[in-house]
Structures are given as C-alpha cells and as structure tokens.
C-alpha cells in the first residue's frame, strides 16, 4: 500500500491551497481517508475524513474553511481544499487510509 500527497507550498494569509492524498490499494480502490496535520511544536491533529461511502467529517477548525472529497474519475484520490488559510494552519499535513497507512506528509506555510 503506497499513500503520497502533494500541494503543499507557501501561501499568503487568506489564501489557498488544495492538498492531494492518492491510496494506491488494490484491495481498497475506494478508500476511507483522513487528513491530519501537525504545527510546528505541537501534537498531530484531526483536520478532516471521508469515508469509502463519501460521508465526511471535519474538525472544529476546519468547518467552513476545508472541505475533503473524492476525485470522480480516480476514486483512490482524495482532495482537501484549503481556503480562509491563516498563520496558525502552519503545519505539516499528512493523510492516511483507514488501516493506518501513511503518507510522508507536505508542508503547508502561511505567511505573509
């Protein structure tokens, strides 16, 4: 099982950014993912789910300002659509499948 994301970059306070976690499973061609992140100096968090059924979830601080979904075409690719971003979204944000495969994560940097 290979899991990489992508999209990760520098962006301007109210920008943003859309990170791409692609599950590459042959026994799971639709996958429940999650993303996580975790701020410089900091515990990992929940930022956001979906599951295989595409029902999602988000954290707190995600709700109204992320949104996760799947690509139609390539159903193993999921989305997370930043927008709103602020300095304290500064972290490292990584996905991973419903059976604890990870990726390596992407740096999100909000700054001005």
């Known amino acids: 099982v290979q899991v990489v994301e992508s999209g990760g970059g520098q962006v301007q306070p109210g920008g943003s950014l859309r990170l791409t976690c692609v599950v590459s499973?042959?026994?799971?061609?639709?996958?429940?993912v999650g993303w996580y992140r975790q701020p410089p100096g900091t515990q990992r968090e929940y930022v956001a789910s979906?599951?295989?059924?595409?029902?999602?979830?988000y954290g707190d601080f995600a709700k109204g300002r992320f949104t996760i979904f799947r690509d139609n075409a390539k159903k193993n690719t999921v989305y997370l659509q930043m927008n709103s971003l602020a300095v304290e979204d500064t972290a490292v944000y990584s996905c991973?499948?419903?059976?604890?495969?990870w990726g390596q994560g992407t740096q999100v940097t909000v700054s001005s």
């Open positions: 979906i599951t295989p059924a595409d029902i999602v979830y």
């Open positions: 991973a499948d419903l059976r604890g495969h």
């Open positions: 499973d042959v026994g799971f061609p639709i996958p429940g």
